[in-house]
Nanobody, 125 residues
Framework: QVQLVESGGGSVQAGGSLRLSCAAS????????MGWFRQAPGKERKFVAG????????YYTDSVKARFTISRDNAKNTVVLHLNTLKPEDTAVYYC??????????????????WGQGTQVTVSS
């Protein structure tokens, strides 16, 4: 059974940092695009960051560039998102996703992929 399980969410003050981790199981994801999405209350789920299967290419939505960093460890079947200089508007449920689509930087590339259950990130001002 394929599973993606996120961890590392929590509550921090503005300016703080968090490290989100996603552990994939059930098969190897070493050839998949991996990504992170977030959904704020009352809003649609949006793409945050993506990474190619080799890790050589990364993609970020404009609002998190220079603050968030995505990385992966294919030997451990994990993908990590480092969140720095957090702002209240970063508050959301963060989801990990995986796809065999080659479009690692597009939200639509993950539509038919695998998804985790999400982890809450709350940033207070």
């Amino acid at each position: 059974q394929v599973q993606l399980v996120e961890s590392g969410g929590g509550s921090v003050q503005a300016g703080g940092s968090l490290r989100l981790s996603c552990a994939a199981s059930g098969r190897s994801f070493s050839r998949d695009c991996m990504g992170w999405f977030r959904q704020a209350p009352g809003k649609e789920r949006k793409f945050v960051a993506g990474i190619s299967w080799s890790g050589s290419r990364t993609y970020y939505t404009d609002s998190v560039k220079a603050r968030f960093t995505i990385s992966r460890d294919n030997a451990k079947n994990t993908v990590v998102l480092h969140l720095n200089t957090l702002k209240p508007e970063d508050t959301a449920v963060y989801y990990c996703a995986a796809t065999q689509s080659p479009y690692c930087g597009l939200a639509s590339g993950y539509e038919d992929g695998y998804w985790g259950q999400g982890t809450q990130v709350t940033v207070s001002s």
